[in-house]
């Protein structure tokens, strides 16, 4: 395992290789390197509030991704359990106009689905990759079908109901923080936290040592599951107020996720940082497009050089970690 000095000298030195990759990308696409990057930080990270509050769901998304990983789990689900918090959270809201209980419901909502993917291969055998991309396209043609015959806005029938005014909140990065910062305590100095780590390096020792793999899959699940929700329910409670019928508003941030645990490195403080990093990534690429006159493809490229530089190292362990744990499973 990296120590901590070992781990900031990687991802910067991975930052510095992501950047000359997209200034070689760049330059040969016939762009201004240093114009791009100017305006790729100017406006990406100049207005905090927003880069703050549109950084949110991403954390939360990040650590779906990360909680389950160290248990051993490849949990791609993060996208459905995302779609299913943030409508249970915008119905709720609808017709009870109470954000408490519309975030609470919201969270149980996406953790009931993780907990469903970890039951299929705790009790079926059925590996969770596989389960959780059918899942991620039903519940996004379910959702999309909800909102466009079910649940529109007559106002605005592109849109669903609204989140009505009593039940918006704010300070939602907060909320994301805080909930990060307990799953932090939680794997590093709970018994629980320390039976998913073990779990998660050697299934075989976590056996020997009397733990049960089994139910640590399911509590990753859940705790990872959970986090989606509750980032789906704070993306409509606290930035888009609905959900639009090409699901535009909340399409991808589960996917983003995956990348944002592995910028860090599967720690719930790391990911903090990294998803504000990616936020401010994502916004500034929209600038580019707007200030260079370039296509959308151009910022994503960029973006996703940067995104896969940096991952990579990770990743590698990942993969690694887990041949290793099915080897002597």
Known sequence: MLKVNEKTLEVISSLIFAFLIG??????????PAKVYIILFKYGYGNLEYLLNKSTPLILTGLAFSIPALAGVFNIGGESQLYVGALTALLVAYYTRNPILALILGGIAGGALGLFIGALRVYRGINEVITA????WTMFYILAYLISAKYHDPKNPHESVPVPSEARI???FIIAVLIAILYYYLLNFTELGYKLRVSGLSPKSARYAGFNPSKLILSSMLLGGLAAGLGGALLVLGITYAIDDTLSTVYGVGFTGIGIGLLGRNNPIGIIFSGIFMSGLIIGGQWVELKTGAPPELADTLVGVIVITLAVPQLYREIFKRIRREKHA
């Open 133 to 136: 991309i059918m899942i991620n």
């Open 170 to 172: 704010g300070g939602i």
């Open 23 to 32: 200034a070689i990308v760049l330059t040969l696409l016939g762009y201004n």
